[in-house]
Protein backbone atom coordinates (compact mmCIF):
# COMPACT_ATOMS: atom_id res chain seq x y z
CA UNK A 1 0.00 0.00 0.00
CA UNK A 2 1.38 3.55 -0.75
CA UNK A 3 2.24 5.43 1.68
CA UNK A 4 0.30 8.81 3.09
CA UNK A 5 2.08 11.91 3.77
CA UNK A 6 0.31 14.61 6.04
CA UNK A 7 0.61 17.64 4.71
CA UNK A 8 -0.58 21.52 5.22
CA UNK A 9 -4.14 21.58 3.02
CA UNK A 10 -2.90 25.76 2.40
CA UNK A 11 0.49 26.25 2.85
CA UNK A 12 1.72 29.35 4.53
CA UNK A 13 5.21 29.35 2.46
CA UNK A 14 2.78 29.67 -0.58
CA UNK A 15 4.44 26.71 -2.42
CA UNK A 16 8.02 27.49 -2.31
CA UNK A 17 8.31 23.98 -0.95
CA UNK A 18 9.79 25.19 3.04
CA UNK A 19 7.29 23.17 4.70
CA UNK A 20 9.11 20.10 6.09
CA UNK A 21 6.60 17.68 3.86
CA UNK A 22 8.93 18.34 0.91
CA UNK A 23 12.06 16.62 2.81
CA UNK A 24 9.70 13.38 3.28
CA UNK A 25 8.18 14.45 -0.70
CA UNK A 26 11.47 14.52 -1.77
CA UNK A 27 13.13 11.52 0.16
CA UNK A 28 10.39 9.40 -1.50
CA UNK A 29 10.79 10.25 -5.16
CA UNK A 30 14.39 9.84 -4.60
CA UNK A 31 13.56 6.27 -3.75
CA UNK A 32 10.65 6.02 -6.47
CA UNK A 33 7.95 5.01 -4.19
CA UNK A 34 4.46 6.41 -4.63
CA UNK A 35 2.84 8.20 -2.21
CA UNK A 36 -0.64 9.45 -1.39
CA UNK A 37 -1.53 12.96 0.68
CA UNK A 38 -3.94 13.56 3.15
CA UNK A 39 -4.28 17.57 3.50
CA UNK A 40 -5.08 19.13 7.00
CA UNK A 41 -6.04 22.53 7.62
CA UNK A 42 -4.96 24.56 11.02
CA UNK A 43 -7.98 23.29 13.04
CA UNK A 44 -7.66 19.62 12.07
CA UNK A 45 -4.02 19.65 12.90
CA UNK A 46 -5.61 20.65 16.55
CA UNK A 47 -7.78 18.07 16.50
CA UNK A 48 -8.27 14.67 18.18
CA UNK A 49 -7.20 12.77 14.94
CA UNK A 50 -4.76 14.26 13.65
CA UNK A 51 -3.12 14.70 17.36
CA UNK A 52 -2.86 10.70 17.36
CA UNK A 53 -0.60 10.88 14.19
CA UNK A 54 1.92 13.65 15.87
CA UNK A 55 1.56 15.07 19.45
CA UNK A 56 2.76 18.27 18.71
CA UNK A 57 0.16 18.96 16.11
CA UNK A 58 2.47 19.45 13.22
CA UNK A 59 2.91 18.21 9.59
CA UNK A 60 4.52 16.30 8.35
CA UNK A 61 3.11 13.14 9.16
CA UNK A 62 3.68 9.66 7.18
CA UNK A 63 1.64 6.60 7.47
CA UNK A 64 2.23 2.94 5.98
CA UNK A 65 0.77 -0.39 6.52
CA UNK A 66 -0.08 0.56 10.23
CA UNK A 67 2.75 2.38 10.88
CA UNK A 68 2.80 6.49 12.07
CA UNK A 69 5.50 8.76 12.07
CA UNK A 70 6.40 11.97 12.85
CA UNK A 71 9.24 14.00 12.83
CA UNK A 72 10.54 14.65 9.44
CA UNK A 73 13.91 13.56 9.86
CA UNK A 74 12.95 10.14 11.44
CA UNK A 75 10.47 9.66 8.47
CA UNK A 76 13.15 10.14 5.76
CA UNK A 77 15.20 8.14 7.63
CA UNK A 78 12.84 4.94 8.08
CA UNK A 79 12.33 5.40 4.13
CA UNK A 80 15.54 5.48 3.41
CA UNK A 81 16.43 2.43 5.63
CA UNK A 82 14.17 0.47 3.66
CA UNK A 83 14.93 1.42 -0.30
CA UNK A 84 17.83 1.86 -1.96
CA UNK A 85 19.29 5.52 -3.14
CA UNK A 86 19.86 7.65 -0.03
CA UNK A 87 22.07 5.55 2.46
CA UNK A 88 25.29 3.97 1.11
CA UNK A 89 25.47 0.13 1.46
CA UNK A 90 28.83 0.46 3.61
CA UNK A 91 28.16 0.10 6.92
CA UNK A 92 30.47 3.48 7.92
CA UNK A 93 29.55 5.30 5.35
CA UNK A 94 26.19 4.88 6.80
CA UNK A 95 27.02 6.21 9.62
CA UNK A 96 28.14 9.23 8.40
CA UNK A 97 25.23 9.77 6.36
CA UNK A 98 22.94 9.61 9.25
CA UNK A 99 25.70 11.90 11.30
CA UNK A 100 24.83 14.33 8.46
CA UNK A 101 21.25 14.44 8.74
CA UNK A 102 21.77 15.16 12.75
CA UNK A 103 24.10 17.65 11.60
CA UNK A 104 21.51 19.57 10.09
CA UNK A 105 18.46 18.92 12.36
CA UNK A 106 20.74 19.88 15.41
CA UNK A 107 23.59 22.15 14.41
CA UNK A 108 22.32 24.16 11.50
CA UNK A 109 18.54 24.04 11.59
CA UNK A 110 18.20 25.70 15.43
CA UNK A 111 19.75 28.80 14.18
CA UNK A 112 17.96 28.98 10.83
CA UNK A 113 14.69 28.53 12.46
CA UNK A 114 15.54 31.30 15.60
CA UNK A 115 16.46 34.16 12.65
CA UNK A 116 12.69 33.03 11.22
CA UNK A 117 11.15 33.32 14.57
CA UNK A 118 13.04 36.51 15.03
CA UNK A 119 11.88 37.97 12.41
CA UNK A 120 8.14 36.87 12.35
CA UNK A 121 7.61 38.30 15.80
CA UNK A 122 9.95 40.88 16.76
CA UNK A 123 10.88 42.78 13.76
CA UNK A 124 8.81 45.88 15.62
CA UNK A 125 11.65 45.67 19.02
CA UNK A 126 13.89 48.09 19.73
CA UNK A 127 16.60 45.17 20.13
CA UNK A 128 15.63 43.56 16.11
CA UNK A 129 18.52 44.52 14.49
CA UNK A 130 21.00 43.51 17.33
CA UNK A 131 19.73 40.65 17.35
CA UNK A 132 19.41 40.21 13.88
CA UNK A 133 23.26 40.45 13.46
CA UNK A 134 24.22 38.11 16.04
CA UNK A 135 21.71 35.57 14.76
CA UNK A 136 23.31 36.19 11.56
CA UNK A 137 26.56 36.10 12.93
CA UNK A 138 26.34 32.21 13.95
CA UNK A 139 24.56 31.48 10.86
CA UNK A 140 27.20 32.78 8.73
CA UNK A 141 30.02 30.83 11.07
CA UNK A 142 28.16 27.74 10.00
CA UNK A 143 28.00 27.93 6.54
CA UNK A 144 31.85 29.00 6.39
CA UNK A 145 32.46 25.38 8.48
CA UNK A 146 29.98 23.66 6.42
CA UNK A 147 31.48 25.31 3.44
CA UNK A 148 34.93 24.18 4.50
CA UNK A 149 34.26 20.52 4.40
CA UNK A 150 32.68 20.30 1.51
CA UNK A 151 35.38 21.87 0.06
CA UNK A 152 35.43 21.14 -3.79
CA UNK A 153 32.82 18.19 -3.44
CA UNK A 154 29.69 18.41 -4.68
CA UNK A 155 27.73 16.28 -1.62
CA UNK A 156 29.01 16.08 2.02
CA UNK A 157 30.29 12.52 1.89
CA UNK A 158 31.47 10.61 -1.76
CA UNK A 159 27.59 10.23 -2.87
CA UNK A 160 24.26 12.09 -2.55
CA UNK A 161 22.57 11.19 0.72
CA UNK A 162 19.46 11.48 2.75
CA UNK A 163 22.17 13.58 4.78
CA UNK A 164 22.46 16.01 1.97
CA UNK A 165 18.40 15.72 1.44
CA UNK A 166 17.72 17.07 4.85
CA UNK A 167 20.75 19.41 4.85
CA UNK A 168 19.64 20.91 1.29
CA UNK A 169 15.97 20.70 3.10
CA UNK A 170 17.07 23.26 6.08
CA UNK A 171 19.68 25.52 4.06
CA UNK A 172 16.94 26.24 1.79
CA UNK A 173 14.89 28.39 4.36
CA UNK A 174 17.41 31.12 4.05
CA UNK A 175 16.95 31.31 0.31
CA UNK A 176 15.80 34.68 0.65
CA UNK A 177 18.20 36.03 2.76
CA UNK A 178 21.92 37.28 1.73
CA UNK A 179 23.81 34.42 3.80
CA UNK A 180 23.48 31.67 1.13
CA UNK A 181 24.38 34.45 -1.87
CA UNK A 182 27.20 35.25 0.56
CA UNK A 183 28.55 31.67 1.11
CA UNK A 184 28.95 30.32 -3.03
CA UNK A 185 29.52 26.82 -1.81
CA UNK A 186 26.74 26.89 -0.11
CA UNK A 187 24.59 28.67 -2.36
CA UNK A 188 25.53 26.00 -5.22
CA UNK A 189 25.28 22.66 -3.05
CA UNK A 190 21.99 24.11 -2.43
CA UNK A 191 21.05 24.38 -5.92
CA UNK A 192 22.80 21.06 -6.77
CA UNK A 193 20.43 19.45 -4.28
CA UNK A 194 17.30 21.35 -6.13
CA UNK A 195 18.39 20.26 -9.50
CA UNK A 196 17.78 16.99 -8.94
CA UNK A 197 14.82 15.05 -11.11
CA UNK A 198 13.46 14.10 -7.76
CA UNK A 199 13.76 17.25 -5.79
CA UNK A 200 11.76 19.05 -8.75
CA UNK A 201 9.05 16.57 -8.59
CA UNK A 202 8.88 17.05 -5.47
CA UNK A 203 8.69 20.71 -5.45
CA UNK A 204 5.90 20.76 -8.21
CA UNK A 205 3.54 17.69 -6.21
CA UNK A 206 3.67 20.28 -3.55
CA UNK A 207 3.33 23.71 -5.73
CA UNK A 208 0.52 22.09 -7.50
CA UNK A 209 -1.61 21.31 -4.42
CA UNK A 210 -0.81 24.93 -3.20
CA UNK A 211 -2.11 26.44 -6.73
CA UNK A 212 -5.26 24.32 -6.87
CA UNK A 213 -6.11 24.60 -2.86
CA UNK A 214 -5.97 28.79 -3.11
CA UNK A 215 -7.41 28.98 -7.01
CA UNK A 216 -4.85 30.12 -8.24
N1 LIG B 1 10.69 18.88 13.96
C1 LIG B 1 9.49 18.75 13.18
C2 LIG B 1 9.80 18.01 11.87
O1 LIG B 1 10.94 18.10 11.40
O2 LIG B 1 8.92 17.34 11.33
C3 LIG B 1 8.93 20.13 12.93
C4 LIG B 1 7.60 20.09 12.22
C5 LIG B 1 7.11 21.49 11.93
O3 LIG B 1 7.73 22.51 12.30
N2 LIG B 1 5.97 21.56 11.25
C6 LIG B 1 5.39 22.85 10.90
C7 LIG B 1 3.97 22.91 11.43
O4 LIG B 1 3.24 21.95 11.41
C8 LIG B 1 5.33 22.97 9.38
S1 LIG B 1 6.96 22.97 8.66
N3 LIG B 1 3.60 24.12 11.90
C9 LIG B 1 2.26 24.36 12.38
C10 LIG B 1 2.17 24.37 13.86
O5 LIG B 1 3.19 24.13 14.55
O6 LIG B 1 1.06 24.64 14.34
C11 LIG B 1 7.60 24.58 9.26
C12 LIG B 1 7.31 25.70 8.31
C13 LIG B 1 6.10 26.33 8.32
C14 LIG B 1 5.89 27.40 7.45
C15 LIG B 1 6.90 27.81 6.59
N4 LIG B 1 6.68 28.91 5.70
O7 LIG B 1 5.57 29.46 5.66
O8 LIG B 1 7.60 29.33 4.99
C16 LIG B 1 8.11 27.15 6.59
C17 LIG B 1 8.32 26.10 7.46
Redesign the pocket.
Known amino acids: MEPIVTV?AQ???RG?G???DMQVRWALEEVGLRYGVRCVT?AE?RGRVHLARNP?????AYEQEGLVL????AIVLHIAERHAGLLPGDADARSRAKMWMFAA?STIEPVIVERSMLILTEEDEEWFAPRLALVDARIRKRLADLATHLGSSDWLEKDFSAGDLMMVGVLR?LGESDLLADEPRIAAYVARGEARPAFQRAFAAQLELFKSSSGE
Open positions: FSPDRLARFMFGQIPFESGLR
